[in-house]
């Protein structure tokens, strides 16, 4: 009965880390496809957004994700998948590309750890307030004309609200 037992403890513990990882690789598989591979094209972004039928996110909800300034091509959109709510902000002002993505997360070791293994990262500035951290990393974008790029991680570990938005900018200008 123990033996029983055991497995069935390992089984679950197994399929809460596994399912626990999917959720983050699967959000930073959505942030590539979607912002980082379009950063030079923002306009894909859109045109993808509505063929997808994502929902326009009116400006109290897309406060999250907004830009202080915003550009001609700024939008924010919403999509629910899996049971998970993402939201997405593209903007091009100050002579910036940005593209953010924005969801709930497990385990911010677990999104760094990914972010780590999709990209070549530097760390340049790291701060915490609050319930607020932000990373700031350098990062090579092999596909984008303007290989140097920013990604900024902003997050919350508090119990209630692990919130995560991850953003992509390069230089446009």
Request: charged share 20%; proline share 2%; net charge neutral.
């Amino acid at each position: 009965m123990k033996k029983l037992l055991s497995i069935l403890l390992l089984g679950l513990l197994w399929s809460t880390i596994s399912h626990s990882n999917s959720t983050e690789r699967e959000l930073l598989i959505k942030f590539d496809g979607i912002c980082v591979q379009n950063i030079d094209n923002l306009k894909t972004v859109n045109d993808f957004a509505k063929a997808q039928k994502w929902i326009d996110l009116p400006p109290e909800q897309a406060a999250m994700i907004a830009p202080r300034i915003k550009g001609p091509s700024y939008e924010a959109y919403g999509f629910f998948e899996k049971e998970i709510v993402y939201l997405i902000g593209i903007n091009d002002a100050e002579n910036k590309n940005t593209c953010t993505m924005a969801s709930s997360y497990s385990s911010i070791n677990d999104i760094k750890s990914i972010l780590k293994e999709f990209y070549k990262t530097e760390l340049l500035h790291k701060q915490s307030q609050g319930i607020q951290n932000i990373e700031m990393y350098k990062v090579n974008l092999t596909q984008s004309y303007n290989s140097s790029g920013i990604l900024v991680l902003n997050y919350s570990e508090q119990a209630g609200y692990k919130f995560v938005s991850i953003s992509v900018m390069i230089d446009n200008g």
